[in-house]
């Protein structure tokens, strides 16, 4: 299952607080329509007040995220560490589980 690093966590809640008001909302993690340059899944993020009726829900600290199948597939053993940049801008890296 995927897990968040603390930083991610923190980020994920942050930007969930501010976009949504809805009690259970979470971040969305989803494949979009192109491939990326390996033909693998590119995955998107957005906020979303409840996950569709296919995605998997993922709760660690509070945190929740929504993944639609290709991402759950795609993320299921890997970690998501996250970073804001001196502008504020977010960006998330998948990285592999260190065993």
Do not use: Y
Not at 30 to 39: F, I, R, Y
Not at 86 to 94: H, I, L, W, Y
């Amino acid at each position: 299952m995927l897990t968040l690093t603390d930083n991610a966590t923190a980020i994920v809640s942050t930007l969930v607080s501010r976009q949504s008001e809805a009690p259970d909302a979470g971040l969305r993690i989803h494949s979009t329509a192109t491939p990326d340059a390996e033909g693998g899944a590119r995955l998107a993020v957005l906020v979303a007040a409840d996950p569709e009726p296919q995605d998997q829900v993922v709760e660690i600290s509070g945190t929740r995220l929504f993944l639609d199948e290709t991402a759950a597939t795609a993320l299921d053993d890997k970690v998501l560490d996250a970073g804001v940049d001196d502008e504020g801008a977010v960006s998330f890296a998948v990285m592999p589980k260190v065993a």
